[in-house]
């Protein structure tokens, strides 16, 4: 059975600060595709990334930085030099190709505050 | 035009009562989501229209009657609804497939009183 789970469910952090969400996902498929998505206070969801289950390189984006694992079924995801507009509500999702990708599962989500 | 809009964004209402809550996609997408948000809980995937048919009904109760005319629209029907259906409704659009991500509305938070 498919799941995902976030185990932080906060994290409060000081401006400028590193922090690193994790993510850990159980699976059966070989195909699979790993996203990472925002919830900012204004309630919608924001795509942040995604990851097939065949391409393990490591990815930056600016301050953002994901580290996905197949040993350790593990996607985290990390924000170098936290600003206070990085408060916001993460989430880890995973799609299955078997399901066609209609039963996308979420993580409970890690509530980050950054404080200034 | 943003990429998906619901309405309304609140909606209070009686538990005799029925309304609807809409969501239209600008974004060219097949596939379309209603995803319930309650707090503490994950998000729960609720049904999912692709082309128009529904491809899931995540065991919904009978209460909530989605419907989708065309591939832009989106609708959940609402009726006798109970307080713990109270939460935040996500729609949300994609390509359709397991590799394509998903782009949300803002959400209509609905109060059961």
């Known amino acids: 059975a498919q799941k995902v789970t976030q185990a932080q469910t906060e994290i409060s952090v000081v401006e400028k600060e590193d922090v690193t969400l994790d993510c850990v996902y159980e699976?059966?498929?070989?195909?699979?595709?790993l996203f990472w998505y925002k919830q900012p206070p204004s309630g919608e969801l924001v795509f942040l990334i995604r990851?097939?289950?065949?391409?393990?390189q490591n990815e930056i984006s600016g301050r953002y930085s994901w580290n996905f694992q197949k040993s350790t079924s593990s996607f985290n995801f990390t924000i170098t030099a936290s600003q206070v507009v990085d408060s916001a509500v993460y989430f880890c999702?995973?799609?299955?190709?078997?399901?066609?990708?209609?039963?996308?599962?979420f993580g409970a989500g890690t509530r980050l505050f950054v404080k200034a | 035009e943003t990429g998906v809009t619901q309405t309304p964004r609140h909606l209070v209402m009686g538990m005799t009562n029925k309304k609807s809550l809409k969501c239209e996609q600008h974004?060219?997408?097949?596939?379309m989501y209603w995803y319930k948000q309650s707090a503490k809980k994950p998000l729960e995937l609720m049904f999912v229209?692709?082309?128009?048919?529904?491809?899931e009904n995540n065991s919904v109760p009978s209460r909530f009657s989605p419907e989708c005319p065309n591939s832009s629209h989106l609708f959940l029907h609402l009726h006798t609804l109970q307080p713990e259906d109270s939460a935040l409704y996500l729609c949300?659009?994609?390509?359709?497939?397991?590799?394509?991500?998903?782009?949300f509305g803002p959400g209509t938070r609905l109060t059961v009183t």
């Open positions: 949300a659009s994609s390509l359709g497939g397991a590799s394509y991500e998903q782009y």
């Open positions: 699976t059966r498929d070989t195909t699979y595709y």
């Open positions: 990851r097939n289950s065949f391409d393990e």
């Open positions: 999702a995973l799609s299955e190709a078997s399901t066609g990708g209609f039963k996308t599962i």
């Open positions: 974004l060219g997408h097949n596939a």
């Open positions: 229209y692709n082309f128009k048919e529904q491809t």
